[in-house]
């Protein structure tokens, strides 16, 4: 199982950026997939979940500004991210609860993709 994270990049303040990731190697079902981030010399936080059916919750400090989104025919997920703030300005990663066989749902994360906002 692969996830590949695209969408990142450089941005100037107020503006958007769409990432994606998709999800390889897995026919079986995929349960919550997320979005983290990890500012420079910080912990990786949570920024965005949204379940197998749809249900989302976010991170405060994003909420209104950001929309995850998944589209499950092509096992991806996507994070709009709008009104960029200099704050937002991180490595985002996502990460999915895949059905193993034997074993369960189990998490995987993709390689991260670079966002910075310039103030």
């Known amino acids: 199982v692969q996830l590949q994270a695209s969408g990142g990049g450089l941005v100037q303040a107020g503006g958007s950026l769409r990432l994606s990731c998709a999800v390889s190697?897995?026919?079986?079902?995929?349960?919550?997939m997320r979005w983290y981030r990890q500012a420079p010399g910080k912990q990786r936080d949570l920024v965005a979940v949204?379940?197998?059916?749809?249900?989302?919750n976010y991170r405060d400090s994003v909420k209104g500004r950001f929309t995850i989104s998944r589209d499950n025919a092509e096992n991806t997920v996507y994070l709009q991210m709008n009104s960029l703030k200099p704050e937002d300005t991180a490595v985002y990663y996502c990460?999915?609860?895949?059905?193993?066989?034997?074993?369960?749902?189990?998490?995987?994360w993709g390689q991260g993709t670079l966002v910075t906002v310039s103030s």
């Open positions: 190697g897995s026919s079986f079902s995929i349960n919550a």
């Open positions: 949204i379940t197998s059916g749809g249900s989302t």
């Open positions: 990460n999915a609860d895949v059905w193993v066989p034997t074993i369960g749902f189990r998490a995987y």
